[in-house]
Structures are given as C-alpha cells and as structure tokens.
C-alpha cells in the first residue's frame, strides 16, 4: 500500500498491537482518516487504488478462479470494489459515531447556553420535526386521518436502467426524505403509490432501499407493476374489488433469502381503496409540459417521474406521458417566481414537498419560498455576475491596449477574481 513514509511506524506507536501485514492496518488508518485525525497527509483515492500489497478478497490469478479473460483494468477494478465492501463496515460505523458525539455536544451546549445562533437554530428544528413526526405516528395509530388530503400521488420508479449506481444510491435518499415529509405535514398525501419496484423491475433500487425499513413507511404502497397497470386500473370499466395482489414468479426467484418476506408488502395491482376507479385521473408532473398547474384536486393522482439522471435524458417523463395518454402539467415556478433562473428541474422530494406545502398553504408562491432556497437566486446576484464579467473583459482589452502602446509582451495585470456561482439546487442530484 503507497503510505507515506513513516505512516506504518506512526500508526503502530498508537496500536502498538496492530500487525502491520494484516488488512487491520488499513482500516485503522481509515478509522484514523475519518476522525479527522490523519497522521500523514494521504490522498484517500490513492489508498483505495493501492497496489497488491493491499488486502483484498479478489485472488491474484490462477486457473479455474473465475478471472480468466478478464483484462487488467477490469481486475483492478474488482480489487478496488472488494477493498470498498471490506472498509463500509468501518465507515458506517465511524459515520454513527460522528453523528452520536455531534448529537451530544449539541444537547449540552444547548442546555448551558453556549450554541452559536446556528446550532441553536439547527437543535431547536431537530426537536420541532421530532415532536410533530411522534404526534403524526400518534394520529395515524390513532385512527386520527382527518387532515389527510384525499388525492394521491405516484412515484414512478420505472427508469432503474437509466441511472448509475451513485444515482440510485440518491433516488433511495429522496424516497426517504419524501416519506419524511408527509409524515410530519399539516396535510399529508393520504396515498403514495411507488410503481415498478421489486427485485426484477428495479434490482439495484431494490437493493438500496432494504436499509430503509420501506415497508413500514405509513401511507405508502408498493407495486411492482408500472404506470400503464396502474392507468388501466383506473379505467370505470375496472372493479378494483376483484383485482388481488400479484407477485410475479420472476421477482420470486429473484428476491434474497433475507428478502423474501418483503415480497408481501407488494400491493399491486389493488388500487388502494381511496382512489376510485372512474373518478381520479392521472396528470404526469413534467417541467416540459405546456401547461401549467394551477391548482391541487382530490379527484387527481399526481405522477412524479422517480429518475435522478443530471439531465441527460430530455423529455423524458413528457415522451413517457404522451406513450401512454396521460395528460402532463408543470408546476407554475416561473409564473410565481420570476426571479429564479429558466432550468427549473427539480429533485422528487422538492417537488413533493411543494405540492404538501401547496396543499397547507394554499399558495404556490409560499410554497415555492418554503421548499427552494430563494436567497441563492436573489436578482442582484446575476447583475453582480455580469458586472463581474465586464470588469474582467475591460482589464483584458486595456492589456491588450498597453501591450500595443508599449511594445511589451506581458503587463502582469491582476484581475479579479470571479464570483462563484452557488451549487444549482435545481439539478437533480
């Protein structure tokens, strides 16, 4: 492993135990990394591209080990996942540590009075969102549903093979941080259907999401049929009441040992008693749709396209709307919002948590306010931008101008330095 020299010495003067050959050197360097303790100033890339003095439980070659035929690239990368599946054990667990520890000093700042403003502000909404999430628990056990808005919305999960791992690692996160929301709203979504989600239809989701408890999420349902079942179970000349919950043999075979219980969470195709068949219609959210959404109904379902693809796909959930006769509509941000720039793609759970505020608040402008950080994108900053830019353009003409007056080949001008634009929140992430 490329350590710098003296960092095996160094690390062994802390454990004086560890045995510099085994794979427990480098994980307690990692241990060491992630407290934020680093002995040496080490490029955590490089470790994790070490050399084959690194422990890895991919075998160096041989015949009949399975990496016959495999190029050397593709070999480095096996030895590099299997050195990432040996340290995220490690990193989970330092990860709750930090959490745990930040947790506790924030509490005993907090009761002697010594928190800046913003860690007073950060404990004092942790605790908000905690006593509204036990007293949402408390209604629903309760029986207590009758601020629950009687439409509903879907998540259309049916795009797994457009996305890359890191990106269904967020789509898993926002799914999270949705559920988050309606539960602890003023008027939560009554129904939230979840559609092509099973270990066939969406494996690497699948996968994801069994480290977050999903089928106890309240108000949640989960189809591993697609959008175009649900659509045709909507249709008046269906009967709900006849339709059971299927599970196909494909996603049977598919499902782990530790997951096949899961399977009974899968409701689909039942339509959930609260959406009619005849009486709701389906309008597919788009920022490319013509039309705009003026208003929230009970007799609407509203599709939210469950992708995360850093717009590379354009006209996605639009051209899959118009394949099956659904009708699209955008959310009217730049009619309330004038302000904020022209790309107004959205995370999923921004956009749900505008339609529950919409739904609280009974104004879209509010809601927007509530959901999207509008301080990034206050007008005076993009007049500051381009006055930035001139400035610049007007430093390299007068370089140019002296370089031609005076013959010289480099005037050594310092321009200022440009302002830098704050990450987009509207890309999806």
Not at 66 to 82: D, E, F, V, W
Not at 304 to 310: E, N, Q, Y
Not at 372 to 386: E, F, M, N, V
Request: proline residues 4%; glycine residues 6%.
């Amino acid at each position: 492993m490329r350590f710098h020299l003296g960092l095996t010495e160094a690390l062994q003067e802390r454990e004086p135990n560890i045995n510099a050959s085994s794979k427990d050197l480098s994980l307690l360097h990692f241990e060491l990394y992630r407290r934020s303790e680093p002995i040496m100033d080490i490029d955590e890339e490089s470790y994790l591209n070490a050399g084959p003095s690194a422990p890895s439980k991919i075998p160096q070659g041989g015949e009949g080990d399975g990496l016959q035929g495999m190029s050397k690239k593709a070999m480095k990368r096996a030895a590099k996942q299997a050195r990432l599946e040996e340290i995220k054990p490690l990193k989970r667990a330092a990860e709750r540590e930090r959490r745990r520890q930040r947790t506790a000093q924030l509490a005993e700042g907090y009761a002697a009075g010594t928190l800046s403003e913003a860690d007073k502000e950060l404990v004092e909404r942790r605790r908000r969102v905690e006593k509204e999430r036990k007293e949402a628990q408390r209604r629903i056990e309760s029986g207590d549903q009758a601020n629950d808005w009687l439409g509903g919305v879907v998540i259309d999960l049916g795009f797994d093979d457009l996305m890359t791992d890191q990106e269904i690692a967020s789509m898993a996160q926002q799914l999270g941080y949705l559920y988050s929301s309606n539960r602890t709203a003023e008027k939560p979504v009554r129904t939230v259907i979840h559609t092509t989600f099973s270990p066939a239809a969406s494996p690497r989701l699948w996968q994801r999401m069994e480290n977050f408890n999903w089928h106890k999420w309240s108000r949640c349902h989960w189809w591993e049929q697609g959008l175009e079942t649900l659509k045709s179970q909507l249709d008046p000349s269906t009967s709900i009441l006849s339709v059971q919950s299927v599970v196909s043999k494909e996603t049977q075979d598919k499902a782990g040992i530790d997951t096949k219980s899961l399977l009974s969470r899968l409701t689909g195709p039942q339509v959930p008693v609260d959406l009619q068949a005849g009486k709701h219609k389906l309008v597919y959210l788009s920022a490319d749709a013509e039309d705009e959404l003026l208003s929230l109904s009970e007799d609407e379902i509203y599709i939210i396209g469950g992708i995360v693809d850093r717009n590379r796909h354009k006209n996605l959930c639009q051209g899959k709307a118009e394949q099956l006769g659904i009708r699209t509509a955008r959310l009217p941000i730049g009619t309330f919002l004038e302000m904020l720039p022209t790309r107004k793609a959205l995370t999923v759970n921004q956009v749900f948590d505008i339609l529950v505020k919409y739904l609280h608040l009974g104004d879209w402008a509010a809601a927007f306010e509530a959901v999207i950080p509008i301080r990034k994108y206050a007008p005076g900053r993009k007049a500051k931008r381009a006055k930035t830019e001139t400035k610049r353009n007007e430093k390299v003409e007068e370089e140019v101008e002296c370089t031609s007056a005076e013959g010289e080949e480099d005037i050594g001008v310092i321009e200022e330095s440009a302002e830098v634009d704050p990450e987009d929140v509207f890309s999806n992430q």
